[in-house]
């Protein structure tokens, strides 16, 4: 299975945790970067987020933290 499915939040036992997409904002050494349109799961009750791969990919392409990995010589 390669899909992530949660129907349980794992920080609080709550069934309301949902998927949602949007665009998410992360920080790194005060330098703020956005994925657009991310898919990951979030717990209304506790506020929980939980990521799949593919979800973590997309935030390492758009972090600054792997922007050395990106460039070309």
């Avoid at 899909?3 to 790194?28: H, M, N, Q, Y």
């Amino acid at each position: 299975m390669d899909a992530l499915e949660l129907t349980i939040c794992p920080s609080c036992g709550s069934t309301e945790i949902k998927k949602v997409r949007r665009d998410w904002s992360g920080r790194f050494q005060d330098q703020s970067y956005t994925v657009p349109s991310l898919e990951f799961y979030e717990c209304p009750v506790c506020g929980e987020r939980v990521y799949d791969r593919e979800a973590m990919r997309k935030i390492q392409e758009h972090s600054p933290a792997f922007a050395r990995v990106h460039t070309h010589s």
